[in-house]
Nanobody, 114 residues
C-alpha cells in the first residue's frame, strides 16, 4: 500500500489550499482515511477523517474551515482548507487505517503567512 500526497505550498492568511492523497490499495473504499499535521517538537494531530461510508470528523480548530472528501473511484482523499491561519502551518500527512494498521503517506508542507 502506498499513499502519495500532494498540494501543499505557501499561502497568505485567509487564503485556500487543497491537499490530495492517492492510495494504491484496491480496498481503498473500505478504509478510514485521515489527514494529520505536525510541527517540529509537537505531536502529530488529527485534522480530519472520513470513513468508508463517508462519515467525517474534524478537529475543533478546523471545523467550518476545512472539508475532507473522498472519491472511491479514484482512490483519493482531499482536504480543502479555507480561511487559512498562521497556526495551520505544519507538515500535513494522509493516513489510511487498514484494519489495525496505520499506513502513512509522505508529508506535504503547508505554510501560512500574514
Amino acid at each position: 500500500v502506498q499513499l502519495q500526497a500532494s498540494g501543499g505550498g505557501s499561502m497568505r492568511v485567509g487564503g485556500s489550499l487543497r491537499l490530495s492523497c492517492k492510495a494504491s490499495d484496491v480496498g481503498f473504499r473500505l478504509y478510514t482515511m485521515g489527514w494529520y499535521r505536525q510541527n517540529p517538537g509537537n505531536q502529530r494531530e488529527m485534522v480530519a477523517s472520513i470513513t468508508g461510508d463517508f462519515r467525517t470528523d474534524y478537529a475543533d480548530s478546523v471545523k467550518g474551515r476545512f472539508t475532507i472528501s473522498r472519491d472511491n473511484a479514484k482512490n483519493t482523499v482531499d482536504l480543502q482548507m479555507n480561511s487559512l491561519k498562521p497556526e495551520d502551518t505544519a507538515v500535513y500527512y494522509c493516513k489510511m487505517r487498514v484494519f489495525s494498521l496505520d499506513v502513512w503517506g509522505q508529508g506535504t508542507q503547508v505554510t501560512v503567512s500574514s
